[in-house]
């Protein structure tokens, strides 16, 4: 044979043309499928840990194409191949039954009424997208023909189910059973699947105003084929003909829609999403958050978010970056992750820190006093100071003077490099620009940074309690997404961020704190869950934090404004609190508690008053259980040795008690200023009884002292939310209860002051002369300055 190209000829022999023929058909036969088969854009779908969809976003073509699915439903595969191609199990891509079929129905109808074609062909038509002609008809053989020896008929099923369209914008049988079903595709019923085998044969039959008679014969003409075939009994398929047809196509679910926006950014677009959220959860707590929602939009309070771990498996149960309100106020913000002010929510990482340096243990008094750190003077939230407050209840009440001065005492860089250590990623600048403020809401932090913090601690204490070592992966931020990956073997080591012994004296003392007024009383009923939890009010009311630890959950609040607009309303207790409490409530948990950690505890004698090791000078003895640390502590100074009468009226020294029965005293007794203050909230804490008359020599300091403020002591004057000035409050101590002090500033007389020596006054920018005068004529003058904005 010859063939002539241009100048040139070439000269086949038969046989040698006919293989060349072959191998191009084989070349081509081979590689004719796309890889690849679909390149469709595909939503992006969000399922929960067991595989329910959660939320979807829409197809870049405007298209709802769910990612192809791994398996497909039995219902749906017995109804499709019953509709759609009898002999599917039987050809290898193209049947000769059905074309024949074909012909003789479109003769008898003297029109095109079936086109023969496989479900493998119909595979290769939706992949080739082209127009039906006998030569693309012919291809289509072809890639049919291909595919079945490239997949298992289970593939080809699912791949039909994938792609195959099912009237208006619906693509594949996941995306048609949540939008004309809301249900996953494996719990569809008979005549549900029934009815979506017939809908990509005609689509345009799903409408709930026109063609239901022949919708709905379809399906019935399915049922019936599916019973003739022995694939269901007699029951199933007289209560599948009864079942309704679908109606109009249902919204599909979208919850955490924050956490789908996450993902796609993160660059998981058009993916199937598994997530470790619990679908019901995510529902029912949406629903809880909504509805205090409502409530905080009274007072102007517009965004609040959530987040639940499960601390047993160390993942995320729930996921609520921003409630339900307006565009206006940002509900696209994702505030699980935006920094915020941190308030007081950091407050139990230093204390735990202290505690397990041995530096500090519940029972252990601290000073509550005024004070000035270089021109930084905190103040309690209530503005009140109890002069020495154990440290359990300073966490418990989240009192900031005593957590400023524990935070002085441990350090400032040494706290910062813990928080890093515990995941606090917005804790980025230097000790310098932090300062003392830093425990106060000075740093930002995150709703799911502050979350695995304190999961880890709990972790902590969960694991430790089953094997008494420590886990390497205690302190890794809880799972989000199930990529299904093999957990490694778990790795101990004998030390950890926190040890358990410190973790649980934190909670312990924060187990104290004060629930709001729908918890009050909580402890009076023996079913209300344990619950250590600790609230942060950031500066100016802007961020109002609850977090709350269990040994089975860790909840994590945060209500405010996503403008960062401050509200008088915006206060942990108030606005976080009642929403923590109400998420518990609905969560199934044990009510159990955490175990002590008995291997780092020990039993320690403390002075009942001071909690300091007590001495031989201790009158009052408690034994208490500590971390092991706490016997490096300190051992009490608070008591003072001396000689009264039997009636402890009066003091004596040896030279004066000669005609007197005397007895020796011990008597707990503070520093003059912390006494001041710690009378006022103790009313049976003693004064030492002054000397008898008759002991001469012995003189007595009668004169007063300015305790507020500080001589050279420098203040910026601050304002109430509407603008005025707070005022700042001047206080003095006498040692003679009845005293009277007469108080002037810059020789302006200011008033007077009897029994409680405090006085209010608004100051002016600049330096001023403060003079106080008793009765006798003593007086004390200190100069203090006002600093500007």
């Given at each position: 044979m010859r063939l002539k190209l241009g100048k040139y000829r070439f000269y086949f022999a038969p046989r040698k043309l006919t293989y060349f023929a072959l191998f191009a058909f084989t070349v081509y036969f081979l590689g004719c499928l796309p890889t690849p088969l679909f390149d469709s854009p595909t939503s992006t779908i969000l399922l929960s840990r067991d595989g329910r969809l959660m939320n979807a976003r829409i197809a870049e073509d405007g298209q709802w194409r769910f990612p192809e699915m791994d398996s497909t439903p039995v219902k749906f595969n017995e109804a499709i191949i019953a509709f759609e191609d009898h002999d599917f199990y039987a050809h290898t891509g193209v049947s000769i039954r059905a074309i024949g079929r074909a012909v003789i129905s479109n003769f008898k109808a003297k029109r095109v009424v079936s086109g023969g074609s496989t479900i493998t062909m119909q595979i290769a038509r939706m992949a080739r997208n082209s127009d039906r002609t006998f030569y693309n008809k012919f291809i289509e053989a072809i890639w049919a023909f291909r595919m079945e020896t490239k997949y298992s008929k289970e593939q080809l099923l699912?791949?039909?189910?994938?792609?195959?369209?099912?009237?208006?914008?619906?693509?594949?049988?996941?995306?048609?059973?949540?939008?004309?079903?809301?249900?996953?595709?494996?719990?569809?019923?008979?005549?549900q699947a029934a009815t979506l085998a017939v809908l990509p044969n005609a689509p345009g039959l799903v409408h709930p105003g026109k063609n239901r008679e022949i919708?709905?014969?379809?399906?019935?003409?399915?049922?019936?084929?599916?019973?003739?075939?022995?694939?269901?009994?007699?029951?199933?398929?007289?209560?599948?003909?009864?079942?309704?047809?679908i109606g109009a196509p249902k919204t599909l679910p979208s919850l955490a829609p924050h956490l789908l926006d996450n993902a796609i950014s993160s660059?998981?677009?058009?993916?199937r999403i598994t997530t470790t959220l619990d679908d019901r959860?995510?529902?029912?707590?949406?629903?809880?958050?909504?509805?205090?929602?409502?409530?905080?939009?009274?007072?102007?309070?517009?965004?609040a978010a959530l987040i639940v771990i499960d601390v047993k498996t160390n993942e995320v149960v729930t996921y609520i970056g921003n409630s339900a309100t307006e565009n206006k106020y940002q509900k696209y913000v994702d505030i699980v992750r935006a920094p915020r002010s941190s308030g007081s929510i950091l407050k139990p990482f230093l204390y735990a820190a202290m505690t397990q340096e041995g530096m500090i243990h519940n029972d252990q008094l601290i000073p509550d006093v005024p004070m000035n750190f270089d021109h930084f003077s905190p103040l309690n939230y209530n503005e009140k100071n109890e002069g020495a407050v154990k440290a359990g209840d300073a966490l418990a009440?989240?009192?900031?003077?005593?957590?400023?001065?524990?935070?002085?005492?441990?350090?400032?860089?040494?706290?910062?490099?813990?928080?890093?250590?515990?995941?606090?990623?917005?804790?980025?600048?230097?000790?310098?620009?932090?300062?003392?403020?830093?425990?106060?809401?000075?740093?930002?932090?995150?709703?799911?940074?502050?979350?695995?913090?304190?999961?880890?601690?709990?972790?902590?204490?969960?694991?430790?309690?089953?094997?008494?070592?420590?886990?390497?992966?205690?302190w890794d931020d809880a799972s989000l997404f199930n990529t299904y990956a093999p957990q490694s073997s778990a790795v101990t080591r004998t030390t950890?961020?926190?040890?358990?012994?410190?973790?649980?004296?934190?909670?312990?003392?924060?187990?104290s704190v004060n629930r709001p007024y729908m918890d009050a009383s909580w402890e009076q009923y023996?079913?209300?869950?344990?619950?250590?939890?600790?609230?942060?009010?950031?500066?100016?009311?802007?961020?109002?934090?609850?977090?709350?630890c269990t040994p089975d959950y860790v909840v994590a609040v945060w209500v405010g404004n996503a403008t960062g607009e401050g509200r008088p309303g915006i206060i942990g207790t108030t606005a976080a609190g009642p929403i923590m409490f109400d998420v518990f409530s609905h969560l199934s948990s044990k009510r159990g508690w955490f175990i002590p950690p008995y291997d780092e505890l020990v039993k320690m004698s403390i002075c009942k008053e001071s909690g300091h090791r007590n001495t031989v000078n201790c009158t009052k003895i408690d034994t208490v259980q500590v971390h092991q640390m706490a016997l490096r502590g300190p051992s009490c100074n608070f008591h003072e040795v001396f000689l009264t009468d039997m009636k402890e009226k009066f003091r004596y020294n040896k030279g004066c008690a000669h005609d007197v029965r005397v007895k020796t005293v011990s008597q707990f007794v503070l520093p003059p200023l912390q006494a001041y203050f710690y009378k006022n909230s103790h009313p049976n804490y003693k004064a030492i009884p002054p000397f008898h008359p008759d002991c001469e020599g012995v003189t007595e300091d009668k004169t007063f002292s300015i305790i507020y403020p500080d001589h050279n002591s420098k203040m910026i004057g601050t304002v109430d939310l509407d603008g005025f000035s707070k005022g700042i409050i001047f206080e003095a101590s006498h040692p003679d209860n009845s005293a009277t002090l007469f108080w002037h500033v810059d020789n302006q007389y200011l008033g007077e002051t009897k029994g409680q020596h405090s006085i209010k006054y608004i100051p002016e920018e600049g330096q001023h002369l403060l003079t106080v005068l008793d009765e006798m004529g003593n007086q004390k003058k200190i100069i203090f300055t006002i600093l500007g904005d």
């Open positions: 699912t791949i039909y189910a994938s792609h195959a369209p099912f009237g208006g914008n619906v693509v594949g049988l996941e995306a048609a059973s949540w939008r004309y079903y809301g249900l996953p595709p494996h719990d569809l019923s008979w005549s919708l709905l014969e379809k399906r019935n003409k399915v049922l019936t084929t599916l019973f003739e075939q022995d694939k269901i009994d007699a029951i199933t398929y007289e209560l599948s003909l009864d079942e309704p047809l660059g998981r677009k058009g993916q959860k995510q529902e029912k707590l949406t629903e809880i958050l909504a509805r205090h929602q409502r409530h905080l939009n009274q007072n102007y309070i517009h965004n009440q989240s009192l900031n003077v005593p957590a400023v001065y524990l935070l002085q005492q441990y350090g400032i860089d040494k706290f910062l490099h813990k928080l890093r250590s515990i995941g606090q990623t917005h804790v980025s600048k230097s000790a310098q620009h932090y300062g003392l403020s830093l425990i106060l809401g000075g740093a930002e932090s995150s709703l799911w940074d502050v979350a695995n913090a304190y999961a880890g601690m709990a972790k902590t204490l969960n694991y430790y309690n089953t094997e008494n070592k420590y886990n390497s992966n205690t950890s961020k926190f040890d358990a012994a410190s973790i649980y004296e934190t909670f312990q003392a924060l187990l023996s079913s209300s869950s344990r619950i250590a939890w600790k609230t942060g009010t950031s500066y100016g009311n802007r961020d109002a934090w609850a977090i709350g």
